[in-house]
């Protein structure tokens, strides 16, 4: 699957999107759970926690592994999708249109700081290596 | 590091583009796209497991019984029918677990042993070691020559009699534990998947051949993914999780393939009588949300214990394990398993989980 190129990434596999209210989107990428396989639990942090950038707050479990999700960016969690905690399996068929969590940025500008496309695809093509 | 050992059917896996991984040195099929796929298949229809990792070892001489029935712990006199299977541990003195193995009786000269990839090396010394104490005459002769390829899943027969027309003569007709040569193949009615089945062993060269016609038949390639799934629903132990050489067969749920009775004296006996038993194996599935997973804790009312195995149950749609308690706990118990750091609540099954596709709790 190729890297959205309206999405930014970070290193440790999450994306984020930047919406028109200003909230930012958050989910892990098609890489991530193509490495952990068949996925059977998502818990997303509770709304209203402040996050800071890079910190562990949620979790994502395969029938083989369970991972952290890191913010990318600090803000306050202002609603999750409860519907992929129901069905955890839909990050399989397209990690790009679940989503998980949605934060309001400390400082929108943060995203700017994120990989785009360009660099996220050779960050995973590096890690091949 | 030295490179990993591949079996004879390796191409096989990389044309249909398995996820290949190290297992205990060996590079094997964790999947082939879906594990949750694959498990299903094996519950509903049938699948295959490339199984050539695990090593088989022909036990030869008129000594094999006597040898065998201080070798292991369960009882080999329960071997007198011609291609019966018994499924036992192997126990060093201090009553800790060796490996499990399967053996099965083909005549009072010859019984065939199957023991675990990862333990292989150190079981083989071991039973040369013992053999060269106590029945130097007997002949121990670990099969590299042979591949082994599980068939599992109620159309596992038919499927298979669809490959290979000739074998349905000889194991079509197969009880549950018991194995057959039929010409250059062994094949057994055993399986590790709490489906009706067969693991056949058969020439190495021969296996690519073996694997292409039940492909064409419509048994679907698993991987060790699917396989541990499904033994963990059917409340099959795996050797190094579930129990290793600090752990007895009775702290394991394991007493049933243990027989104390008599004057036998197998090796770990002694120990095993003088040991206390205050652990014990449970099921457990979890009621709050999460996924229960080896080596988390566990708080009791009767003290802690911890995870053995632990996963999601693809046919329960929830998460189960097997776990180490102190003896007290019983079903229906509600115990607390510690998830990242947060207590989480399971309720204390019986296990098996699932039998023949069935859900049993």
Known sequence: ?129 | MSPLKQTPLNAKHREAHAKLVDFSGWEMPLHYGSQVEEHHVVRRDAGMFDVSHMRVVDVRGEAARPFLSQLIANNVDKLQSTGKALYSCMLHAGGGVIDDLIVYYQSESWFRIVINAGCADKDIAWMLQQRDALAPGLEITPRADLAMIAVQGPAAAARLWTAMPGLEGVAGVLKPFFGAMVGDMFVARTGYTGEDGFEIMLPAKAAPFFWQALLEAGVKPCGLGARDTLRLEAGMALYGQDMDETITPFEAGLAWTVDMQGERDFIGKRSLQALPRNRQMVGLKLIDRGVLRAHQMIETEHGGGEITSGGFSPTLNASIALARVPSGVQPGDRVEVMIRDRGHQAEVVKYPFVRNGRALI
């Open chain 1, 1 to 129: 699957m190729s890297i959205p190129t309206d999405l930014k990434y970070t290193a440790s596999h999450e994306w984020a999107r930047l919406e028109a209210d200003g909230s930012v989107t958050i989910g892990i990428t098609d890489h991530a759970q193509e490495l952990l396989g068949d996925m059977v639990f998502v818990e997303n942090p509770t709304v209203g926690r402040t996050l800071a950038a890079g910190e562990e707050c949620a979790v994502v479990e395969s029938v083989k592994a369970a991972s952290d999700v890191y913010a990318p960016i600090a803000g306050e969690v202002v609603s999750i999708n409860e519907a992929l905690e129901a069905e955890p399996q839909k990050l399989n068929e397209d990690a790009y249109a679940h989503w998980m969590f949605r934060i309001q940025p400390a400082n929108a500008a943060d995203l700017d700081g994120l990989m785009d496309a360009a660099a996220y695809q050779a960050a995973v093509d590096a890690e091949a290596h």
